[in-house]
């Protein structure tokens, strides 16, 4: 799992294809330092009725099961808020191809085991605009209402695949930092400072992607805590 979840070819072309045509789209409408800073409460009250996480240095150390103790609380409120139900791990390793298929996606099964909400199953990975449709089908199968793209906020700590996914399929996006700079695969070390460097310049020159639904998200400051001390007020 570990060497091979590396390879993303359509992934590396979606990069060539938005660096040229519409690098917005590599820039998150929020950045939290971890989830520990995000208020739920607020996403709920924007019209967020789901979410879709990242794995791997966004909620857990990589290739660990646990929620490190450092964010566990706001984990818990988030699956307090949204219900378990209502969120989901999209792996770009664990329930994909890579994860043994044949072998009912064992990978998957761990991470379900440990962290207690589904990992989404699927045949393309981030940021392909085509997963949209097995994501909204894994909560349209067991929720009475209908979820919408719009509803969605996606969660990760890669500019290239998860804010890119998210935004070309019209969600909210958030980008955290990694929880540690240990363990990560050796192309995504080599990758970040890239990433970060791009997202910083379009960043400054105000060429963010505009969310197709909120027209103002400059607006919404309490989406964000900016530190331990305002989260307790």
């Known amino acids: 799992m570990k060497g091979r979840q590396n390879w993303n070819?359509?992934?590396?072309?979606?990069?060539?294809?938005?660096?040229?045509?519409?690098?917005?789209?590599f820039v998150p409408h929020f950045f939290a330092p971890s989830i520990q800073n995000v208020n739920w409460n607020a996403l709920r009250k924007l019209g967020i009725t789901a979410v879709i996480f990242d794995k791997d240095n966004t909620i857990t150390e990589p290739y660990k099961y646990s929620i490190p103790p450092s964010i566990s609380s706001s984990w818990k409120e988030c699956l307090?808020?949204?219900?378990?139900?209502?969120?989901?791990?999209?792996?770009?390793?664990?329930?994909?191809?890579?994860?043994?298929?044949e072998n009912n996606y064992p990978e998957a099964q761990k991470i379900e085991q440990g962290l207690k909400v589904p990992v989404l199953r699927h045949l393309e990975k981030k940021p392909y605009i085509g997963c949209t449709s097995d994501i909204l089908n894994h909560w349209n199968k067991q929720n009475d209402s209908l979820f919408l793209p719009h509803q969605v906020c996606v969660i990760g700590d890669r500019y290239f695949t998860d804010v890119l996914f998210g935004n070309i399929n019209g969600c909210l996006t958030i980008a955290t930092a990694p929880i540690t700079s240990h363990g990560d695969p050796f192309t995504v070390k080599l990758i970040r400072p890239f990433e970060k460097l791009l997202v910083?310049?379009?960043?400054?020159?105000?060429?963010?992607?505009?969310?197709?639904?909120?027209?103002?998200?400059?607006?919404?400051?309490d989406v964000i805590f900016e530190g331990e001390d305002e989260k307790k007020k």
């Open 9 to 25: 070819g359509k992934g590396i072309g979606y990069f060539f294809r938005y660096l040229v045509t519409s690098p917005s789209f």
């Open 200 to 221: 910083n310049i379009l960043s400054l020159f105000n060429r963010g992607h505009k969310h197709p639904h909120f027209s103002r998200l400059e607006g919404y400051d």
């Open 80 to 101: 307090d808020t949204f219900k378990p139900e209502n969120v989901v791990i999209f792996s770009n390793s664990a329930g994909s191809p890579d994860d043994n298929p």
